[in-house]
Every structure is written in C-alpha cells, then in structure tokens.
Nanobody, 125 residues
Framework: QLQLVESGGGLVQPGGSLRLSCAAS????????IGWFRQAPGKEREGVSCINANGRTTSYADSVKGRFTASRNNAENTVHLQLNSLKPEDTGVYYC??????????????????WGQGTQVTVSS
C-alpha cells in the first residue's frame, strides 16, 4: 500500500523560496501521477500542479505558473515542488496525492486515491 509523506514546509518571507518533497513508501512511485494541492484556512483545497508518472508532462494552476516547478526522481521514490517568488496568498497546507495520470481534471481532488498528511507553508513578513 502506497504511503506519501510531505516535508519541506516552513515560514518564509514574500519573494522567498521553498522546496517541498513528497516521499513514497510501500510501493513504487513510478506507477503514479502526483498532484500537489494546497488548502488555506477557510478555503477549499485547490490543485497547484500535477506531474505524470514519467515526469515528462506537468500541469500548473494559473496562479503559480512561472513560479512553481514540479519534478520527480522515481529511482528515489520522491517528487518535489519548487516554490519560488512566494506570495502571502501562497500560504496554506500543501498536500501531495497519487493518481493514475494527469488529465484535464487534474486539479480535482477526486482524481487522486492516496494523500499525504500535508506540510504547512506560511509566507509572511
């Protein structure tokens, strides 16, 4: 049974950077597309990015295009999300999730079967 654990969150000033990691155990990660989501207090969980199983295709929400980059290392069973030029509105709990592939509805939570516990990202001066 695949399990996911996120790490790398923290407190950062506006304009700063963070690198989030999603580490998998229990199964090989290369069978899965990985989506990244975030949830701010009082708001719904929103899709941020999706990277397909072989890492060749990525999708991003308009709000993060050009600032966030997803990558993966299947040999290490790890997926990363690089967050640059962070803004206060990027604050939230960030989750990784595993699903079959990145398709048109990649930003919908129902596309993913397995979720990590989340890591907090706070952007504030």
């Amino acid at each position: 049974q695949l399990q996911l654990v996120e790490s790398g969150g923290g407190l950062v000033q506006p304009g700063g950077s963070l690198r989030l990691s999603c580490a998998a155990s229990g199964s090989a990660l290369n069978y899965y597309a990985i989506g990244w989501f975030r949830q701010a207090p009082g708001k719904e969980r929103e899709g941020v990015s999706c990277i397909n199983a072989n890492g060749r295709t990525t999708s991003y929400a308009d709000s993060v295009k050009g600032r966030f980059t997803a990558s993966r290392n299947n040999a290490e069973n790890t997926v990363h999300l690089q967050l640059n030029s962070l803004k206060p509105e990027d604050t939230g709990v960030y989750y990784c999730a595993a699903g079959p592939l990145c398709r048109g509805s990649w930003a919908e939570t129902y596309e993913y079967d397995i979720w990590g516990q989340g890591t907090q990202v706070t952007v504030s001066s």
